[in-house]
């Protein structure tokens, strides 16, 4: 067996006891890549030499007793996440070229905990997107079959651990990110409560909505990899000062799912969802039921206002967080005849086409006159939708839904159409709106391309949905499936 | 004049705090070299966070207190966006529908009237300073050391009416944030900023004239000579039957002239919204209560006792109230003088709005640095009551004071400056003068009472300055009628 195709937990029992090294266990994964990477395309950049200096050193710290659950094991960074000293692009031609002086505060975490580098994944420009065709530097193609998007933004996250090309992986989750393009490439992906994990170092798309998360091959992989970013950071203001629990302690508690209350947002089944999803949701709730928890409807009356909330706000924040791209401090500039075409000129040629329709929409959203009619009426919607979370979290403890009504689509297949693409975030982005967390888990196939079950939790409910999902994956094999590449 | 000025105040005041407003740089950025002040944070990186400087907002409370505002429990910054080099982010942290402080004011004293002038303060809030730019040749140069450097910004309503007005507002606004220790109030060195909203109205119609916003005013006297210029100026063109164009003016310093800088936009291109990295703050009353109550007396607090309890004249009380640690070294003279020694407060005030306030500004020292122990000059003023020296030698004794700290009685005994007040000795010199001086006695006799002046110095010319004046006189005066 390949060391490339070893989990996490899997990898970690094998350093403990020696049968591997940090460094057998890196140049397993950076051959696997050799092997792929061009069909998939999941890195914007690898750092062989780094990576390898990185294991080196693991492998040194575990020589003189040292053990924690990441030490020594290979990851993919998505590329809008900042790493000092490697080049962060955010899939954006804007910061080609920039290498940040500082690390994002996850990776700075598992830096400390001695995890592996192994390069920046690839990412929609600025994480506007929903399958990774607007980055502005490579194509990555769904490993279970190559002319289909990974989803996205964190489509090179899903696609680095669906095609074994890293053992885990951080994504960022601003609507979907993370849990879109995990239930397309059939990986466990992970959106935190929001202040859960620190925003530091994430490059900002809508700040009110970001987190970082973990896509892994299963769930104990998650939850180590969560355990590795979690807790309060005193340079993150939005940060939750929470005790972090053990999670994969946490997620193995109790006898199947007995004691458990599970709902069912019946608004979460939309119209125009693909049959085979619908399918496959329904066989894994009957599952759940099996394993003993009470699965009942609830109501999350404000879901239908939710795409149009979440665009509002998300473009809003991202007007101003897009601003500071002007070429005077890092990154592109264009030189023009002034410093307003200078300004006009770097941003004309550094963003592309989605991020400007973005801009262009938050711009108008808070522009004076149109305020109170979209941005602060989205603002108040998003209180009520806040509120169906809360009221529904008091009849149960987790909720299960699809985690996209349909599977991945072809490349170019939404391109031209941008709403087309905004409705696949019709089932995560409420998440996002609510604050609260969040899991996609593998769950079956339709028509041949992987379909995931959505488990949400209440705020700082990681514990539940990990729960949850642990012990739907201990009598299910789906994640066990692998892509034949090619 | 035929139209009444109505002015509006903007102050930015930059905050001396150690570090910044949202990260942990150094906030000292006069006289720095480019860019040493700077972190990912001020420098707009991406992926970095803002986290609120506490000091700041302590300092924010203290002078919204002292400027009589109401404290906002619950406080929301904002983001404004604007392109500009010196805005690292694009978008300027302050804070908008929500400030800390509303509806404050402050009492300024006016020529006009002997009732202080209520200047009203419509809001005070924090935000962040943008940097600066350099113009070279076709370049500009970005230095970051300012931005992110803590402002407050403190609005008036419209309820100044002239340049000595706004002259008197500025003025009493940084003698409070120098009380308050919260900024330097120096305005050259940019710690105070002052925009002027002006419009002239017509008392006959009761009509507002257009607004126009005047910028640049770097110092006291601009603020002051900007302010007559654009009366002057709009009074020229509406005289004329002209009209005021809804403009942002700038002074010029060394023409004297305001100049039009841009044609006004409003704050509509802003796009405020809250700002979504930093939670709404929302204070703790017993914080503000705390804050209050360790606040120092501030200047017409001491005002009023100083001409209250120390029956000062409302100039002398001025003088002394103007510098806080000015005030606070008296004080601390009167306090050690007691009430039992004949060392009255105003006693004590003349010493030090006299000589000690000469010396000071001729030797360009601070009060800070003055070695003066307060239970040495209250000694050096009991000896002039008790007639051991007379009010020369007390100046030349507190000279020798003022540069080396010394005691009194130690200097008096050095130089000899114990007063002659033997009447018997200085009836002696008294007739030897007298004799001496023929002329301006015969002079003194005929009815010339000042001569008496010139006989007293020459007493004190024999003596070396040492007898005591009054005695001499005295002495003079008995010997001449006799
Ligand atoms: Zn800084």
Request: net charge negative.
């Amino acid at each position: 067996m390949e060391l490339y195709t070893l989990t996490i937990h899997q990898a970690q029992e094998k350093l403990r006891y020696g049968e591997t090294t940090s460094v057998e266990l890196t140049e397993s994964v950076l051959e696997r890549i050799a092997q792929v990477e061009d069909k998939v395309g999941a890195y914007i950049s690898v750092q062989e030499d780094l990576a390898l200096q990185m294991a080196r050193f693991a492998d040194e710290r575990r020589a003189t007793g040292e053990d924690n659950p990441l030490l020594g094991i290979p990851l993919g960074i998505k590329d809008a996440i900042i790493t000092g000293g490697v080049p962060t692009t955010a899939g954006s031609r804007i910061l080609e070229g920039y290498i940040p002086p500082f690390d994002a505060a996850t990776v700075a975490r598992l830096r400390q905990a001695g995890a592996v580098f192994i390069g920046k994944t690839n990412t929609d420009e600025f994480t506007m997107g929903g399958s990774t065709e607007y980055s502005a530097y490579c194509l990555t193609r769904n490993p279970w079959d190559l002319t289909r998007v990974p989803g996205g933004s964190s489509g090179g996250s899903a696609a680095a651990v669906a095609a074994d090309e890293a053992l885990g992986a951080l994504g960022t989750d601003t609507g979907g990110s993370i849990r879109q393009p995990a239930s397309f490439c059939s990986v466990v992906g992970l959106k935190p409560t929001y202040g859960r994990v620190s925003r530091y170092g994430a490059i900002a798309h809508g700040s009110s909505l970001d987190q970082i998360g973990p896509l892994a091959k299963d769930v104990e992989d998650a939850a180590i990899l969560l355990g590795g970013i979690a807790g309060h950071d005193p340079l993150d203001a939005t940060s939750l000062n929470a005790p972090v629990p053990d999670y994969v302690v946490e997620m193995k508690r109790g006898d199947g799912l007995k004691g458990l209350k599970v709902g069912v947002p019946t608004e979460y089944f939309v119209e125009g969802m693909e049959p085979g999803v619908k399918t496959a949701i329904r066989a894994a709730i009957d599952k759940l039921a099996d394993l003993g928890a009470e699965v009942v409807d609830v109501s999350l009356p404000h879901t239908q206002y939710g795409i149009a909330v979440y665009y509002m706000i998300v473009t809003a924040e991202a007007s101003a967080n897009l601003s500071r791209y002007d070429g005077v401090r890092y990154g592109l500039r264009q030189d023009g005849v002034d410093m307003w075409d200078t300004f006009r000129q770097t941003r004309e040629t550094g963003f592309g086409p989605e991020v400007k329709r973005r801009i262009m929409l938050g711009t108008y959203a808070l522009s004076a006159g149109y305020y109170d009619a979209y941005y602060l009426k989205a603002q108040q919607v998003r209180t009520l939708l806040r509120r169906d979370f809360e009221q529904a979290f008091e009849q149960v403890d987790v909720m299960v839904a699809p985690t996209v009504p349909g599977v991945a689509f072809e490349i170019g297949e939404k391109g031209d159409d941008p709403l087309q693409m905004y409705l696949i975030d019709v089932l995560t982005v409420m998440l996002n709106l609510a604050g609260v967390c969040g899991i996609s888990v593998p769950c079956g196939f339709s028509e041949g391309m992987p379909v995931g079950l959505q488990i949400i939790g209440p705020a700082l409910g990681e514990s539940g949905i990990l729960r949850a999902a642990y012990q739907y994956e201990q009598v299910t094999a789906w994640h066990k499936q692998k892509p034949g590449i090619g | 004049m035929k139209y009444q000025p109505i002015i509006g105040m903007e102050v930015h005041v930059e905050l001396s705090t150690n570090s910044k407003m949202f990260c942990g740089c150094s906030a000292d950025f006069f006289g720095v070299a480019p860019n040493t002040h700077v972190c990912p944070v001020c420098l707009g990186m991406p992926g970095t966070l803002p986290v609120i400087n506490q000091k700041a907002v302590e300092y924010t409370i203290m002078t919204g207190l002292a400027l009589n505002c109401q404290i906002q429990p619950h406080n929301v910054f904002a983001r404004k966006n604007y392109f500009y080099p010196d805005l690292p982010k694009g978008y300027q942290i302050s804070q908008y529908e929500l400030p800390l402080c509303l509806n404050g004011y402050v009492d300024i004293e006016t020529e006009e009237s002997d009732t202080p002038k209520r200047i009203r303060v419509r809001r005070a809030h924090l935000e962040e300073d943008t940097g600066k730019l350099t113009h070279v040749n076709n370049h500009s140069l970005v230095d970051l050391n300012r931005a992110g450097v803590p402002l407050l910004e403190i609005v008036t309503e419209a309820d100044i009416h002239s340049a000595d007005e706004a002259y008197a507002y500025v003025t009493k606004l940084r003698q409070l944030v120098r009380y308050l220790g919260v900024s330097s109030g120096d305005m050259e060195k940019g710690a105070m900023r002052c925009e002027v909203n002006l419009s002239l109205t017509d008392p006959e119609t009761g009509e507002w004239g257009t607004k126009v916003e005047v910028k640049n005013l770097n110092s006291f006297r601009s603020v002051r000579n900007a302010i007559a210029y654009e009366i002057e100026r709009q009074t020229k063109v509406l005289s004329k039957g002209g009209t005021i164009d809804q403009v942002t003016m700038g002074w010029d310093e060394n023409r004297a002239i305001t100049f039009l800088q841009r044609t006004k936009e409003g704050d509509t291109g802003y796009r405020y919204f809250p700002e979504p990295d930093l939670p709404p703050l929302d204070l703790d009353p017993a914080w503000i209560e705390e804050i209050k109550t360790g606040l120092p007396e501030l200047p017409d607090a001491k005002m009023a006792r100083y001409t209250g309890d120390f029956e000062l004249t409302q100039k002398e009380a001025l003088v002394l109230v103007e510098d806080r640690s000015i005030a606070e070294y008296y004080e601390s003279v009167v306090a050690v003088a007691g009430d039992a020694k004949g060392v009255t407060p105003k006693l004590v005030s003349n010493w030090v709005s006299g000589e000690l306030f000469r010396l000071l500004g001729e030797s360009g020292r601070n009060i800070a640095d003055v070695e003066i122990k307060p239970a040495r000059l209250v000694a050096l003023i009991e000896l002039v009551n008790a007639n051991t020296i007379n009010q020369p030698a007390a100046k030349k004794v507190f000279g020798v004071m003022f540069k080396s700290g010394r005691p009194p009685q130690e200097i008096v005994e050095e130089l000899g400056l114990q007063q002659i007040s033997d009447e018997d000795q200085l009836v002696s010199i008294a007739r030897q003068v007298i004799a001496d001086h023929p002329d301006p006695v015969e002079q003194f006799k005929a009815g010339k009472e000042t001569v008496i002046n010139f006989l007293v110095g020459q007493i004190m010319r024999v003596t070396r300055g040492k007898a005591n004046p009054q005695l001499a006189e005295q002495a003079l005066r008995e010997l001449l009628q006799s």
